[in-house]
């Protein structure tokens, strides 16, 4: 297995040459399933709500068997994801992982609503676990003081 290199190709099939108990640290951002067929007319502009066939019927259990069999019993896990997909993530770190936390990433300037119909979408969700129960000793956090360990960051710049 190459170290450092960028392989663009389906995580899956990339995934499956992967040693067993090789990776310290997963952070994804999967498909969120938000698409929509049908685009939006606003103020005579089309707002394109479909992005691809990609973000379509997404299932995460596959990937989420895979990156289980690559990490190594510490290692951990970050998933970003939408509101809905919450209880997927989860469930499963909760029954197959050991579920540590759910993040929140508050943006201080999110995408507009094309309506006055709901409310803005500032939040964006990270579900954290590690592989095996038993191992959080192991984990490493680099923090000044508990005091500034918070599971929220408040960022309009979209990095974390």
Not at 48 to 77: C, H, M, S, Y
Not at 100 to 109: F, I
Request: proline share 7%; with cysteine; hydrophobic share 35%.
């Amino acid at each position: 297995m190459e170290l450092n290199k960028i392989a663009c190709m389906d995580c899956l099939k990339y995934l499956k040459q992967i040693p067993d108990n090789f990776v310290d640290l997963v952070v994804t951002d999967p498909p969120y399933n938000v698409s929509q067929k049908q685009n939006l007319k606003f103020n005579g502009r089309i707002i394109k709500k479909n992005f691809g066939d990609w973000d379509f019927g997404f299932d995460p259990t596959p990937i989420l068997a895979e990156l289980r069999r690559v990490l190594k019993p510490a290692g951990q896990i970050y998933v970003f994801c939408g509101t809905q997909q919450i209880p997927i993530y989860m469930q499963e770190f909760i029954d197959k992982w050991f579920f540590r936390n759910l993040l929140v990433w508050y943006k201080t300037n999110p995408p507009p609503r094309m309506s006055k119909t709901n409310f803005l979408f500032a939040n964006e969700y990270i579900v954290y676990a590690i592989k095996e129960k038993g191992k959080p000793s192991l984990s490493t956090f680099n923090f000044s003081s508990q005091s500034t360990m918070h599971n929220t960051s408040e960022r309009n710049d979209y990095e974390i």
